[in-house]
T-cell receptor
Framework: SQKIEQNSEALNIQEGKTATLTCNYT??????LQWYRQDPGRGPVFLLL?????KEKRKERLKVTFDTTLKQSLFHITASQPADSATYLC????????????FGTGTKLQVIP | GAGVSQSPSNKVTEKGKDVELRCDPI?????LYWYRQSLGQGLEFLIY????????KSGLPSDRFSAERTGGSVSTLTIQRTQQEDSAVYLC????????????FGPGTRLLVL
């Protein structure tokens, strides 16, 4: 089964800096990987999806990279704002031809004004 | 537009009682998932429905847990003879179906077993 590792410790950064979150996976190479944001007391909200044949994906201040050799995805938030403070979850496709994903435990980001 | 809704939002029950949690997916979404999230933990997959196919129940932790989806829409997760370790947030998500789709989550049901 797929195992997902995200930084278990909270990440604190200064407003305006770039936040970088890491997602590492083991076992087979997934066809795609997703990033979600979760605020306290709410369900996760989809942010970005990147496929195995894509090296990088961008959406406004967000950037995701996917390195299938390292079995790693990096999630960047540029010009971070206090409103970006949340827990960010990585979700990795579990098996070919199927839309089940395995979620990581998430990394809590705190952007300090 | 209407998103995924779940009810109740909070449920407190006594150990040994049965509980039913409800999920209303987004209209037209053929795929539906149930997850469990314990405090400070990641999402634990429970069960997956896709159209009229047999559900994938591989994540259900014990035979006390069951789920059904009626008419390809509303789903109910039932926990029988609840235990204190069942206390968690139960999240439902739906998606359009197909090979790669975004999951849309509901707000969750917070279950506390005393």
């Amino acid at each position: 089964s797929q195992k997902i590792e995200q930084n278990s410790e909270a990440l604190n950064i200064q407003e305006g800096k770039t936040a970088t979150l890491t997602c590492n996976y083991t076992n087979y190479s997934p066809a795609y990987l997703q990033w979600y944001r979760q605020d306290p007391g709410r369900g996760p909200v989809f942010l970005l999806l990147i496929r195995e044949n894509e090296k990088e994906k961008r959406k406004e201040r967000l950037k995701v990279t996917f390195d299938t050799t390292l079995k790693q995805s990096l999630f960047h938030i540029t010009a971070s704002q206090p409103a970006d403070s949340a827990t960010y979850l990585c979700a990795v496709e579990r098996s070919g031809g199927y839309q089940k994903v395995t979620f990581g435990t998430g990394t809590k980001l705190q952007v300090i004004p | 537009g209407a998103g995924v809704s779940q009810s109740p939002s909070n449920k407190v029950t006594e150990k040994g009682k049965d509980v039913e949690l409800r999920c209303d997916p987004i209209s037209g979404h053929t795929a539906l998932y149930w997850y469990r999230q314990s405090l400070g933990q990641g999402l634990e997959f429970l069960i997956y429905f896709q159209g009229n196919s047999a559900p994938d129940k591989s994540g259900l932790p014990s035979d006390r847990f069951s789920a059904e989806r009626t008419g390809g829409s509303v789903s109910t997760l039932t926990i029988q003879r609840t235990q204190q370790e069942d206390s968690a947030v139960y999240l439902c998500a739906s998606s359009l179906g197909g090979q790669v789709q975004t999951q849309y989550f509901g707000p969750g049901t917070r279950l506390l077993v005393l």
